[in-house]
């Protein structure tokens, strides 16, 4: 983004921002989607924008969407316009991290203000009801034994199921390299794979398989949690002898540059957002887990991930 | 409607040459990223080199099959165009794509609908006008209305607020 | 109950006046903002799904539904009257139906499209209700292979039938393939000819690409004739309504394009776009009058829109009877179900089937209420064409670039906006065919990663694309119908056929 427009966009900021600061309402907020209207990230700040609304925390909300590049396109925008203004915020997620990594964005996390993990799902490995593997153990092994001839179904390349079988694969001693994974778009279409039997066993959200498991069409081997996960009794890869924990989520950001009282004062926004009783009842409808975490906890949490994160995709070979 | 312009003539085809230079750029471009890229084809033997090298190899096959239609064919007269009006329009896109940012969707659009229309024989003193309150207008009815995110300038901030 | 009863039963709710008005506000607001290029029905109903939150079940159904039919049927509308298509399935409606409107025949061809998708809706929602769970079977058995010799079919129908210069129907596809390779190759997430611009990484949006080279390509193209052009846009010749000879050319290419786009929809890779291909090429081939084809044919409008509405009641086919939603109009369905709580899976007609039927039946009321608000709306919107040219073009392009700009208004966007513009005008002065970039640019992407997926399941075994009766059988028909005109042309027998296609753009 260093073009010509760099300079405009910092111009648009600040005269936004001025226009803002005349109404001086403290709490209003601007937030960005990083993805066209419709996936899980503009849902996530649409839900946010409506409880916000509702519940009295802030008094006006708008939702901008930005698309581009698994959100790298509006964090390196949000990033460079956003600064010092604590009336921002961005939503982003797990998807991102490698986003960042594999996309080489010049913009990362650490260029805005983390503020709390909201929501997070385990992803899930499942095979179709007539797979002959009943357990992740079988699968292992015969990934072991022709690591090309057990294919994965999952989202894209470099993505959140990608990521997680890399890291099943180190964990039993495979090389990562050599795994099968085959990238779909969009959950669907992988889905239909795994029902139609066209490869070996599927990786995606635990919530996409589990209507499929109850009718009986599929069985969830194990997830990647650390715990269970509600609605499915198929172990975690840490109870089955492999070392992974991963979480798809999504997370809440603000601006660079904030002061750590401004940076306060967000938090307990989102703190508020997360507690009140419209934003519960909404996670319940749409089918989310509460898996707030904020403050130092998150950060530590995030640096953790993203350290073991970039060192996956190494071992897969998507990043150098 | 193309045929009225262009009468068969008999020379040689530089239209035919310049669109032969461009595919073979372009092929030749396809060709090195094909190239360039790390080989991941995996357990497919096919990597995300394949497509751009067959591209690039049919982009210069059709380069070098214009030349030789362009040596060869008795050409059409490239077709008589007026330069202005297309200049005109141009200038309009351009203007609301430098514009949109800074100044907002109602001025950026409204210039680009005012300059299409002067190029096309109307005075900038009436089209100026009827861009910005048309462009005006669509933010209204789409930004407020229909909570269609539309870039805001100082007009927009003005009328609506933040 | 049967299925019948609770059709009937979700129809008789249905008919309450105040869920038919809000059938109306929601067909009415679903146009709106569906007529902007590239904003296609999902976009259109996510951006509208909050309106419809303070709602009853009821009524919250029957907007939706009407939002996601207006928003379908918007983008035909801008395609045969501004050559500016709203949505990728109906780029191919452009190709006739604008040409259509400026011989002063688009009260015909609107009125084809909005009666051809009514009737291929009506068909194929009622297709839906009662042989869903077979279709659904027959759409599980293609898998990547079968997937790739349907694009290979889709590939050599579609260029035959945009062929006059085989050299320059060509040189279009390829530069739509080139266009193709733009952004992050999905299977490795390696970046292609993106050269560092974080923007180019999602590729080259195709209804960018169809509205700049169809509407500012055109646009560029009018205006570099000046006022010496003396082709004025006849708004009304003859009648405004279809006359019997229209009725008896569009009554089998409604019924063809239902039985092309509803099975297509329903393959969980299909799309839309491929239906509507599929079916223009067949129309083409089908035509008694095959010369009329990039001229206006009628049945070049009916075939397509047909299609392109069965096929997304096809869409709806693996999301009511697996849970998969698979395109982008079914996953925003989806957050349509989320409202209710109710998670659309293999056992929602068991466990909901009310639900699911009022769905259904608010549909087919979506799908009557849009006849309703248009067909008498043809005789304005055929007005527009009225406007003295500098207005309307000016007007064209505010509005084409409005779509863009309210999905996504980056800079880098509308510089794309622009050189594809320039481009497609430079294509029209030289006489290259405007379609197949755009074909290049939908079929390439898919071809290759389903050929690339195939492959990788195979462990590279390349026999695998043959290896099932239904992948080989269609690679044998794509194979035909590459060779036998081949051989016609051969025989002199084509000549015909190639002096037909002349000038097509």
Redesign the interface.
């Known amino acids: 983004m260093k073009t010509p427009f760099f300079g405009k966009h910092t111009l648009f900021g600040a005269a936004l921002a001025a226009v803002l600061a005349i109404p001086a309402h403290a709490g209003d907020y601007m937030i960005m989607a990083p993805a066209a209207p419709g996936g899980g990230w503009d849902s996530t700040a649409r839900s946010m924008q409506e409880v916000m609304q509702a519940e009295g925390i802030a008094g006006s909300v708008q939702v901008q969407n930005v698309p581009g590049a698994g959100g790298t396109v509006g964090l390196a925008q949000f990033a460079s316009t956003a600064g010092g203004d604590p009336s921002q915020l961005i939503v982003g997620g797990y998807v991102m991290v490698g986003a960042i990594l594999t996309n080489e964005s010049p913009v990362s996390l650490a260029d805005v203000t983390p503020i709390a993990r909201l929501t997070g799902e385990a992803v899930a490995i499942a095979v179709s009801a007539a797979s002959p593997y009943q357990t992740i153990n079988e699968l292992v092994d015969a990934m072991k034994a022709d690591p090309g001839a057990v294919s994965w179904a999952g989202g894209s390349a470099g993505g959140v199921d990608h990521i997680t079988v890399g890291l099943l694969a180190k964990a039993a001693g495979i090389d990562p390299t050599k795994i099968n994974y085959v990238a779909f778009s969009g959950g669907g279409e992988a889905l239909a794979a795994i029902l139609g039997n066209q490869v070996t066993v599927g990786i995606s959200g635990v919530g996409e398989f589990l209507p499929q498991v109850e009718a009986g069409t599929m069985r969830i081997l194990a997830v990647s949690t650390a715990e269970k996960w509600a609605g499915t009794d198929a172990p975690t890869l840490m109870e089955s002898g492999y070392d992974v924990n991963v979480q798809n989520w999504r997370m809440v950001a603000a601006a660079p540059g904030l002061s750590a009282e401004q940076k306060a004062a967000v938090t307990a926004d989102v703190d508020k957002l997360v507690n009140s009783a419209g934003w519960k009842s909404l996670l319940e409808t749409k089918g989310w887990a509460n898996t707030y975490l904020s403050g130092a906890d998150f950060d530590k949490q995030l640096a953790l991930e993203v350290e073991a994160t970039t060192a996956v995709l190494k071992d897969i070979g998507l990043v150098k | 409607m193309i045929h009225d312009l262009r009468g068969p003539q008999g020379r040689p085809q530089r239209a035919a040459f310049i669109v032969a230079g461009l595919l073979a750029a372009l092929g030749g471009l396809a060709l090195w990223q094909g190239f360039a890229l790390p080989d991941k084809g995996g357990y497919a033997g096919m990597g995300s080199g394949g497509l751009p090298k067959f591209v690039g190899a049919g982009l210069l096959a059709l380069a070098a099959g214009h030349v030789w239609t362009g040596l060869r064919a008795q050409g059409p007269l490239p077709p008589r165009i007026q330069p202005a009006p297309v200049l005109w329009i141009v200038a309009g896109l351009l203007a609301q794509l430098l514009l949109l940012k800074p100044l907002g969707f109602t001025i950026a659009s409204g210039l680009l609908f005012a300059l299409t229309a002067a190029g096309l024989g109307r005075s900038l003193r009436i089209t100026l006008p009827v861009g910005l309150a048309l462009a005006f207008a669509i933010y209204a009815v789409f930004d407020q209305l229909l909570q269609l995110h539309l870039p805001a300038g100082w007009i927009e901030t003005l009328v609506f607020g933040g | 109950m049967t299925t019948f009863d609770f059709l009937i039963q979700g129809l008789g709710m249905a008919m309450d006046p105040m869920i038919l008005l809000y059938a109306l506000i929601g067909v009415t607001?679903g146009t709106?903002?569906g007529v902007?290029p590239g904003?296609g029905p999902?976009?259109t109903?996510?951006?509208?799904l909050?309106v419809t939150?303070g709602l009853d079940p009821a009524g919250s159904l029957i907007m939706f539904a009407g939002i996601y039919y207006g928003g379908m049927y918007g983008g035909s509308t801008t395609s045969i009257l501004l050559n500016t298509p709203g949505e990728s399935a109906s780029i191919v409606t452009a190709l006739e139906g604008n040409k259509m409107a400026r011989a002063g025949r688009g009260g015909p061809a609107l009125a084809t499209a909005a009666i051809g998708s009514f009737v291929a809706g009506l068909i194929a929602t009622l297709a839906l209700a009662f042989l869903a769970p077979h279709i659904v079977k027959l759409?599980?058995?293609?898998?990547?292979r079968e997937y790739f010799a349907l694009m290979m079919l889709a590939f050599v129908t579609v260029s035959a039938a945009f062929g006059d210069s085989a050299?320059k129907g060509?040189?279009s596809l390829?530069?739509g393939?080139?266009l193709?390779?733009v952004g992050?190759?999905?299977?490795?997430?390696?970046?292609?000819?993106s050269f560092g611009v974080?923007?180019l990484?999602?590729g080259v949006e195709v209804t960018t690409l169809a509205v700049a080279l169809f509407a500012?390509g055109e646009?560029?193209f009018?205006?570099?004739?000046?006022?010496?052009a003396a082709?004025k846009i006849e708004a009304v010749k003859g009648s405004v309504w279809m006359t019997r000879a229209d009725w008896a050319r569009s009554w089998k290419p409604w019924l063809r394009g239902t039985a092309i786009g509803f099975p297509i929809g329903a393959m969980?890779?299909g799309g839309a776009e491929i239906g509507t291909l599929l079916s223009y090429a067949a129309e083409k081939r089908l035509a008694k009058n095959p010369e009329e084809f990039g001229h206006g044919a009628i049945e070049g409008v009916a075939g397509p829109e047909a299609a392109n509405n069965a096929s997304a009641a096809g869409t709806l086919v693996?999301l009511l009877t697996?849970?998969?939603?698979?395109?982008?109009t079914?996953?925003?369905l989806l957050?349509g179900f989320?409202?209710f709580?109710l998670?659309?899976?293999?056992?929602l007609f068991v466990t909901s089937p009310q639900l699911v039927w009022g769905l259904i039946a608010s549909l087919l009321i979506a799908n009557v209420m849009l006849l309703v608000l248009n067909l008498p709306l043809i005789r304005l919107w055929v007005k527009l064409l009225t406007i003295p040219?500098?207005?309307l073009?000016?007007?064209i392009?505010?509005f084409a670039?409005?779509g863009t700009?309210?999905?996504?208004?980056?800079?880098v966007e509308?510089?794309m906006?622009?050189t594809f513009?320039?481009m497609g005008?430079a294509m029209?002065?030289?006489?290259y065919p405007i379609a197949p970039v755009v074909v290049g640019l939908i079929l390439?992407p898919m071809a290759?990663?389903q050929?690339?997926?195939a492959?990788?399941?195979a462990?590279?075994d390349w026999t695998t694309l043959v290896s099932t009766p239904i992948a080989a059988g269609i690679l044998l028909a794509a194979a035909l119908a590459l060779v036998v005109p081949m051989i016609l042309r051969l025989r002199g027998r084509g000549e015909v056929l190639s002096r037909l296609a002349a000038?097509e753009d």
Do not use: C
């Open positions: 607001l709106a903002v902007l904003i999902a976009l109903v996510a951006l509208l909050p939150y759409a599980l058995i293609f898998g990547p050299m060509l040189t390829f530069v393939l080139f193709a390779l992050i190759d999905q299977l490795t997430g390696q970046a292609r000819l974080p923007e990484l999602d500012i646009a560029l009018v205006a570099s004739h000046g006022t010496m082709d969980p890779a693996p697996l849970g998969l939603p698979t395109s982008a079914a996953a925003i957050a989320q409202q709580g998670q659309p899976g293999p056992l040219k500098p207005w073009y000016a007007g392009l505010l670039t409005l700009i309210g999905m996504n208004p980056s800079p509308l510089a906006l622009l513009g320039i005008f029209r002065v030289h006489g390439g290759e990663q050929l690339r997926r492959l990788s399941i462990q590279g000038d």
